[in-house]
Structures are given as structure tokens and as C-alpha cells.
């Protein structure tokens, strides 16, 4: 059975939480992502924000987004997979909570992200992989 760490990308990076929300915009568009982990000054993952949380509960609020800081959009438990799960768990993790992708903890710290795309890219079971696209797709048009 394959592994977390043979699909993940590796050079995910974090935001740190006392960053503003423009640092990570910048972070995102220098990596051209659109999400990231935060983590706090110990290195652990806080939360994840998205391009989308920005516009949506920083900007449409007419917020500065020079002045939010990312420990502000880091409610929440964040979810996340160990690198030596099964990709399985990953995909069922992932339909639970409706993300497409989750950060990669080893030894407490962040090693990686993996996604539908590194899933898919890797040929993982299309049956499977079909199946969570369209669980979480159907999920996601009924919650807008």
C-alpha cells in the first residue's frame, strides 16, 4: 500500500502566524499556490488559509490585508495526514472534511502537502480517485 511521502510535494512551506495577510498572498503567488499551512513560532501547524479566505474574510470585510495577521484566519482544528499513512487514509481524510488538500506531519513537523492533483499525477486507483473528486465537489456545491 502506498505511503503519504511517495505522493506529497515536498517543498511545502509555511506562514507563520505572525505574518500578514499580505505576506502570504505574496508567499502564494511566489509559489503559485493558493493555500498554505500556518504555523506557530514552535514550527507546528495552527491552521490552513486559502487565497479564497483572504478575499472572502479579510478583503470583502474591508479588512487590510497589510495589517491581518495570518494567526487571525487559524480557527479551527487544522486537519492533516502523517507521512507514513496510507494514501487511503489521505483520500478518506480529505472526503471527511471536504479539503482537496491536507499538510504533511512527520516528527510534529510539516514535510509536505499532498492533493487531489499529487493523487491523481501519481495514477493512483482512478476508481477511488474519481469517487473523492465527485464526494467532495457534491459536498462543496451543496454548501454554497
Known sequence: MSAVREFMTTNAQCIAEDKTLQEAAMLMRDLDCGSLPICGSDGKLTGFITDRDIVVKCLAEGKDARQVLASELAGGK????????????????????????????????????????????NHYAEQRLGEMVEHISAKEHMSH
Open 78 to 121: 487544522p486537519y492533516w495526514v502523517d507521512a507514513d499513512a496510507s494514501v487511503d487514509d489521505a483520500v478518506t481524510m480529505m472526503e471527511e472534511h471536504q479539503v482537496r488538500r491536507l499538510p504533511v506531519i512527520s516528527d510534529h513537523k510539516l514535510v509536505g502537502i499532498i492533493s487531489q492533483g499529487d493523487i491523481a499525477r
